[in-house]
């Protein structure tokens, strides 16, 4: 100013016109700048409105295919964030189409003005199309990645899935299939809660496939995939179910059958026992298998059972038809070889019984053989002719037992061979022992006949000694005659002696013939090499040499007489015949008729010999008499006559023999002849005989006495005397025969009483035995004993029709006779009765011990069942108590067997008690002691069904619990393994969450099933016989694996939801990092619109600054670590950009300033 006023001094009114004029043109030119600066702003605004328009339009106008959808988000949100500029820029766009209004009213280039805001427009709704148009297309993909990545999981699901239902394992036991089922089930499940998925991602298809999404052939081919492998799936599951479902039937069928058959071979081996090897309690073993054989009956519908539910799998054309028809041809064998096997014991059983029965038999004879053996052998042949008589009786006794145990051994050899012509199993024992038999009994032949010759022998032998003896008493008696020194004291009795002495020598040439016979026969024994020809020829010797020295007596006799012939001639034969009937009258007049039949045989042959002497003696009485006719005197007086000497016996002596007499010691007899040294003849009141010499002792005769005896009385009384003895003689013949007959009689009836007082010792035996094999055998003896006593029948009945016939001839013994047959026939009557009554006993006996037997057996039997059921171990082995259950199936039906053999034991014990009164109390004791058993065993079985049913639950429950435990266990383990798994962005994130999500699907599911769970461990703590605490443990132990899997899956939820925060923290600091770096690369260009919305997105991108804070506050600081450099790098960044921004506030300030100025 002082400058110009110095150029051009003005004046005051120049001045201020001037600068008038100057305020008016500055204010034109104000005015001019204004409008310039409007429409230059204008320009710029509209260049920069329009790059970024155009920039926005470029943007919205890329073709973006987004990869996941956390990229399709990414997308979104820097879509939205066009949208929140395009916003930002609605404020420019709106000023600048009214400043553009403003401007083209007044400025010159209007229509440029006007242009330029009409293409702005158009650009602006060109953006905004773009950006609708990407925006649906940026959604379209979101969706499609959304769709891709629900398919992506259903598809990796189904892909593991497949896996499960294309497995062709079925398993190797009941167990794993049914493992795999509840796998399956489970699966089936989870593909019901996969179906609502999968219909979700089918209906986001149908939509998108309407709306004719740019993916449409994507989308169906994949859809076509999914649902066909969902279809494939589903198919696959129900034929997996379906096999599954088979194989159990199958392992279930093969269970039983293995069951089946280890029972089987459980039976198979009690059939194999050779138990049939031992004879004792062959009886108890054949009732035991009868049993087996009910049992085994009763276990038929088992098979029967096994074979329809075969011949049903094979029709519905199971996979394993080969196997189930070699299972029923297997279990149909074993059957069929077990029913055979069976038959083949009870066959062996019966032949071993039989065999029993037949060794019995075998060893009856053995024994008899034995003791006949031992008979055979036995070297007595006896000592006289009546011991050898009855061995020879008892020979031919036991010659007939013999030919009738001859009939027993062809019995027995016919049953030994039926016995090898049925195969009998001891064969060859039967074949060897019978053999054995045969042969002991055909050696019994040899001795049988060398007993039967040396019996025949010693008969002959004892015959011969009895005849040597007789004959050599004959020649003793016939001694004193010759060696007598008596000649007679007058005529007549030399005469008489000498007549004597020819009668005598006569007599002994007639019995030279009974000598020399006696001898030939000794010597044909000799020839013959009689065993005792030492002895046959001594005594041949000592009869010839007594005969011999007979002879020579006799003759010196004749010599000494021959001078006496006239002496004692009537007187002397009178008093001889006198004397000879006084000394046969005791003989002929003895009582004694002899023990028994050989002593009353000998009797009679003596009385014959006596008699035929008797009848020899007639001719002398005839001729004494004739003697004493011619005789002209009549009387005679004899000489001193003094009395017959007598002795006393010093001793007693029994008789050996019926010539000998007993005394006793001090008796007093009359001495008959004592010229033999050795033996006197003596008188014993009236009874003549002879006694040992050395047994006597002489006593003193008195004087001589004188009589006189008339020769006609003499006769008479010799007539008399001798015709006494002759009837005494025919008497004692009769007695001698009906003694001989009486002692027939009575030896059959003492042979017949002999034997029935052996018999009525067995039969009224006391003790009947205890013993079932000892009552069998008892009784097989009993119906032998029966056999015998019929055979007895007709021996009694001879011996009653002789004795009958004996009587009627009027026997002198007949009441003794009668007598003796009465008793014979009462006690054989009463042997019969006791023979019938102990049959009776002996069969009670035998069916009350068969009873017992039998109720022992049972007893047995049920203690045997009852001990399985006694073992009640709890088991936790679900297959384990499923084996036990349809073993006690089994075992209920062999208790319904041994109920039915109570009851027929009740029956049978009805009968028993009816029969037998008398064991009422031990019958109903053994009824009471098996009831009581039955009454344990059934009680037992109920406990035990119980028990069973207990173990099942329980059972159920550990498997249940094992099944848990897996699948928490597994759970733990899917959860577990996906820790370390993070995801590298949002998207991967997102999908493990899902998938995690899908886990805890799995983990309520799981949680339902422990509830269930644990609701029935309390009904089996509340219950009896449980273990409380180790179900109270599994119960705690599976709690404490829910709330272990919960709280790891929360910490797993935790940390993935922190990584997807952190996840998408990082991804917003990414955005907003670019952002920033790209507002800082542009900020220099920016125009003051473009600061006024950089204001606003500064502001967002603050606020996003600020929430990202705040998440990284929530998060754990291990992730939080992860962003301090990049939040810090971006603050940096961030607080650079605002100082920028100030700078270029101030810059545009400052340039506004300058334009204006």
């Given at each position: ?29 104000q005015q ?32 973006k ?54 293409e ?6 060109e ?9 649906l ?29 294309s ?18 089930e ?5 593909l ?6 999968i219909s ?68 198979q081996?009690v ?6 090897l ?20 009763s ?33 149909s064998?074993a ?17 071993a ?26 070297d ?52 060897l022992r ?63 002696l ?13 019995h030279?013939?009974?000598?020399n016979?006696?001898c ?16 046959i ?24 007489l ?51 002497e008797?009848?020899?003696?007639a ?30 016996a ?30 006197w ?9 002879f ?15 004188s ?38 009689i ?18 009224t ?47 002198s ?30 069969i ?15 007893v ?25 259950q ?9 208790l ?15 009968r ?28 037992a ?20 619990y ?33 998938s995690h ?20 461990g ?21 709690q ?66 600020a ?26 960044k961030?607080?650079d ?12 300030l ?8």
């Amino acid at each position: 100013s002082s400058g110009i006023n110095a150029e051009w001094p003005l004046r005051p009114g120049e001045l201020k016109d001037l600068w008038v004029q100057i305020k008016a043109s500055s204010a034109l030119r104000q005015q001019k700048l204004d409008e310039s600066f409007k429409y230059h702003k204008f320009l710029v605004h509209y260049r920069d409105l329009t790059m970024e328009m155009e920039r926005l339009v470029l943007l919205c106008g890329q073709d973006k295919a987004p990869r996941d959808v956390a990229e399709a988000g990414v997308f979104l949100d820097e879509h939205a964030q066009l949208k929140v500029q395009l916003k930002c820029w609605h404020d420019s766009f709106s000023d600048l189409q009214e400043s553009g209004s403003v401007i083209a009213g007044v400025l010159i280039e209007e229509s440029q003005v006007k242009e330029k805001v009409e293409e702005l427009s158009s650009v602006w709704d060109e953006v905004n199309v773009k950006w609708e148009a990407l925006q649906l297309l940026l959604l379209a993909h979101k969706q499609y990645q959304c769709w891709l990545r629900d398919a992506e999981v259903v598809t990796a699901w189904l892909s593991t899935r497949e896996q499960l239902v294309s497995d062709t394992y079925i398993g190797t036991s009941l167990d794993e299939v049914e493992t795999q089922l509840k796998k399956l089930e489970d699966f089936n499940q989870s593909l019901k809660a996969q179906e609502n998925k999968i219909s979700v991602l089918v209906s986001t298809s149908d939509e998108m496939i309407a709306a004719e999404h740019f993916a449409l052939q994507d989308i169906e081919e994949k859809m076509s995939d999914i649902s066909s492998r969902v279809d494939r799936v589903r198919d696959k599951l129900k034929l997996r179910i379906t096999t599954l479902e088979d194989a159990a039937r199958f392992h279930q069928y093969i269970l039983e059958y293995d069951e089946l058959n280890s029972w089987i071979e459980e039976k198979q081996n009690v059939c194999l026992e050779q138990d049939y090897l031992d004879f004792s309690n062959l009886q108890g073993k054949l009732q035991k298998h009868d049993i087996f054989e009910k049992e085994l009956r009763s276990n038929h519908e088992r098979v029967e059972y096994l074979a329809s539910v075969g011949d049903k799998m094979v029709e519905n054309q199971h996979y394993a038809t080969e196997d189930i028809k070699s299972v029923q041809d297997a279990i149909s064998q074993a059957w069929d070889e077990l029913e055979r096997t069976c038959q083949q014991k009870k066959q062996k059983l019966l032949e071993a019984y039989n065999e029993m029965l037949y060794n019995r038999g075998v060893n009856d004879l053995e024994n008899w053989l034995s003791e006949i053996e031992v008979q055979l052998s036995n070297d007595d042949y006896g000592t006289d002719l009546a011991t050898v008589r009855s061995l020879s009786k008892s020979h031919s006794v036991l010659e007939n037992v013999l030919a009738t145990q001859k009939s027993k051994l062809n019995g027995l050899g016919e049953q030994a061979a039926s016995y090898i012509e049925e195969n009998h199993f001891d064969a060859e024992n039967i074949k060897l022992r019978q053999s054995s038999l045969e042969e002991k009994f055909g050696a019994l032949e040899e001795p049988m006949r060398a007993r039967k010759e040396k019996l025949s022998d010693a008969l002959l032998l004892q015959q011969f000694f009895r005849d040597v003896e007789d004959e050599i008493t004959w020649v003793r008696e016939k001694e004193p005659g010759v060696v007598t020194t008596a000649t007679g004291s007058d005529l007549y009795s030399a005469r008489n002696l000498v007549h004597c002495h020819q009668q005598l020598m006569s007599e002994v040439k007639i019995h030279e013939g009974k000598i020399n016979d006696v001898c030939h026969r000794g010597e044909n024994m000799i020839e013959n090499k009689h065993f005792a020809l030492l002895d046959i020829q001594d005594r041949i010797d000592l009869l010839r040499k007594k005969w011999q020295n007979l002879h020579a007596l006799a003759a010196a006799r004749k010599a000494d007489l021959e001078d006496a012939i006239q002496i004692h001639q009537f007187f002397t034969n009178a008093a001889e015949i006198e004397s000879w009937c006084q000394e046969m009258l005791p003989i002929f007049s003895n009582t004694e008729y002899g023990k028994d039949e050989d002593t009353s045989k000998g009797m009679a042959r003596r009385n014959d010999a006596l008699t035929i002497e008797l009848q020899a003696h007639a001719t002398k009485v005839k001729d004494m008499c004739d003697e004493g006719n011619r005789c002209k005197q009549r009387n005679i007086i004899l000489g001193n006559g003094k009395k017959k000497p007598k002795v006393v016996a010093q001793y007693d002596y029994e008789e050996k023999s019926n010539r000998e007499i007993s005394v006793k010691k001090g008796t007093e007899m009359i001495l008959l002849n004592s010229n033999n040294k050795d033996w006197w003849k003596v008188d014993h009141n009236g009874r003549i005989g002879f006694v040992p010499q050395v047994y006597m002792k002489t006593i003193p005769p008195d004087d001589q006495v004188s009589a006189t005896v008339a020769v006609p009385k003499k006769m008479e009384a010799v007539k008399a005397k001798y015709e006494e003895l002759c009837v005494q003689a025919d008497l004692r013949k009769t007695r001698l025969g009906e003694a001989v007959t009486y002692h027939v009689i009575m030896a059959e009836v003492n042979d017949v009483e002999s034997w029935i007082t052996e018999q009525e010792k067995m039969v009224t035996q006391n003790n009947i035995g205890s013993d079932l094999p000892f009552i069998l055998h008892q009784l097989n003896k009993f119906t032998e004993f029966e056999k015998e006593l019929a055979g007895f029948e007709e021996p009694i009945n001879k011996i009653n029709e002789d004795a009958h016939d004996v009587i009627e001839k009027g026997h002198s013994q007949e009441v003794d006779i009668q007598s003796n047959v009465d008793n014979l026939n009462r006690r054989y009557a009463n042997l019969e009765r006791l023979a019938g009554r102990r049959k009776t006993h002996l069969i009670y006996r035998k069916n009350l011990l068969l009873f017992v037997k039998s109720v022992d057996d049972c007893v047995d039997w049920i203690e045997e069942k009852k001990k399985p059921l006694l073992a009640a171990e709890t088991s936790g082995d679900l297959e384990l108590v499923k084996t036990m259950q349809r073993k006690h199936v089994g075992v209920a039906r062999e208790l319904q067997c041994i109920k039915d053999n109570v009851a027929k034991l009740h029956d049978d014990g009805d009968r028993l008690i009816m029969e037998q009164p008398d064991n009422t109390e031990k019958v109903k004791e053994k009824l009471q002691e098996v009831d009581e058993r039955w009454s344990e065993v059934e009680e037992a079985n109920e406990v035990h069904s119980d028990w069973l049913e207990k173990c099942g639950e329980l059972a159920e429950f550990k498997r249940t619990y094992n099944d848990l435990v897996d699948k928490l266990d597994g759970l733990t383990t899917e959860v577990s393994s996906t820790c370390d798994e993070t995801g590298e962005d949002v998207g991967s994130t997102e999908a493990l969450i899902a998938s995690h999500h899908e886990l805890k699907e799995a983990i309520e599911e799981e949680r339902e099933d422990v509830e269930k769970f644990v609701g029935a461990g309390r009904v089996l703590v509340d219950q009896e016989n449980c273990d409380k605490d180790d179900v109270e443990e599994d119960i705690a132990v599976l709690q404490g694996k829910l709330e272990g899997l919960e709280k790891l899956w929360s910490d797993r939820e935790e940390a993935l939801q922190s990584n997807l925060e952190l996840k998408a923290c990082d991804m917003d600091e990414n955005v907003i990092e670019a952002r920033i770096q790209k507002v800082a690369d542009t900020l220099e260009d920016m125009t003051e619109a473009d600061c006024r919305n950089l204001d606003q997105l500064l502001a967002v991108e603050e606020e996003r600054i600020a929430n990202l804070q705040a998440v990284k506050e929530r998060i754990s600081s291990s992730q939080a670590d992860l962003l301090d450099a990049k939040t810090d790098r971006m603050a940096c960044k961030f607080a650079d950009l605002k100082k920028l921004q100030e700078k270029r506030k101030k810059y545009r300030l400052r340039l506004c300033v300058d334009t204006t100025a």
